[in-house]
């Protein structure tokens, strides 16, 4: 078909042969016109529409120049008991527990707001298929520096806390003594949305952690442009789902590693991540932004 200047159309008597043909081919060939013609058939037109994640809440990657590889299916998450109101209630008890906080958020207010965000979710066609895959609702307590590292290693003792409780390994913050000063919110990943709604109080969002598997650290940034505005990359909220759900998110070795994309350490060049070793739960760092491991994933917070 040769190529035609649509906006040389005017009228249906401006459409050439060919394009009538192949809307024919489109409704399913020349007996479904004919159907149609005589009434026995109907159409309905809808906008198409172009879906974000594939049916297993895998972001699909399309004109990327990071690099992507397929996500190894070894290293996979359970997706945890979320029903009832006690099922939220003993989360909110672990994040109280092992940070020392009270975020005042009920049980049964935490239960809502999940099932409101995941109704957003799932009535939008292009980002339904998210909440497939792996999800977790997360409370972050409100944030009381100013300084990202800071607060990050406030939570990381609260991941080692509840860590211990549910492991017979140790966690090891690799970096420990070396945050403060020296973590920054990587420019597009809208993380700071998340921190200055921090600092005004809690927040309750969905965490995703393995949407981005198989992406590198670059490729998740790149992510952030082409997806909708409730979606922030993954950073502090990676650390508060640790510490709620260490039992899911470092069950063992073939858990994903977790990159923290919306973070750098020290410089552009360096980020952060989580690992679950045969020996131990590490925190540690990564210089290789643009290497994409099948085992790894950044995170996205859905704040709606």
């Known amino acids: 078909m040769r190529n035609f200047d649509l906006s040389q159309i005017e009228t249906l008597d401006d459409v050439p042969r060919s394009h009538w043909v192949a809307i024919g081919n489109k409704l399913g060939g020349v007996g479904v016109v004919v159907a149609i013609l005589r009434g026995k058939k109907s159409v309905k037109v809808e906008d198409a529409v172009k879906l974000l994640f594939d049916r297993h809440g895998r972001r699909i990657p399309e004109g ?31 994040l109280h527990g092992c940070l020392g906080v009270d975020t005042e958020v009920t049980a049964e207010q935490f239960k809502a707001e ?33 300084d990202l590292g800071t607060g990050l290693e406030q939570y990381l003792r609260g991941v080692g806390k509840s860590y211990a409780e549910t492991s017979e390994r ?22 700071e949305r998340l921190v200055k709604r921090l600092k005004q109080g809690p927040v ?11 992406f590198s650290v670059d490729a998740s940034r790149k992510q952030m442009s082409t997806l909708p ?10 650390s508060i789902a640790m ?38 739960l590490g925190f540690g760092s990564t210089g290789d932004l643009a290497g994409a491991s099948g085992s790894y994933s950044g995170g996205l917070l859905f704040l709606g």
Not at 205 to 214: A, C, D, E, V
Not at 245 to 257: E, K, Q, S
């Open 64 to 94: 990327l120049q990071a690099n992507v590889c397929d996500a190894n299916r070894s290293f996979r998450l359970d997706q945890p008991k979320l029903e009832a109101a006690v099922d939220y209630a003993n989360r909110i008890m672990r």
């Open 114 to 146: 999940t099932e409101r965000l995941l109704a957003l979710i799932r009535d939008n066609s292009q980002i339904a298929n998210i909440a497939k895959g792996f999800w977790l609702p997360v409370v972050m307590p409100r944030l009381t520096t100013d």
């Open 170 to 191: 140790s966690f090891c913050n690799h970096h420990q003594g070396a945050l403060a000063g020296a973590v920054s919110v990587v420019a597009g990943s809208r993380h």
């Open 204 to 214: 309750m969002g969905i965490h995703f952690p393995s949407p981005l598997q198989g």
């Open 229 to 238: 505005e409730g979606f922030i990359l993954s950073g502090l909220d990676t």
């Open 243 to 280: 510490a709620m759900y260490p039992d899911i998110l470092a069950r063992d070795f073939n858990t994903p590693g977790l990159d923290l994309a919306a973070f750098g350490w020290q410089s552009a060049d360096y980020s952060l991540d989580f690992r679950a070793y045969d020996g131990e």
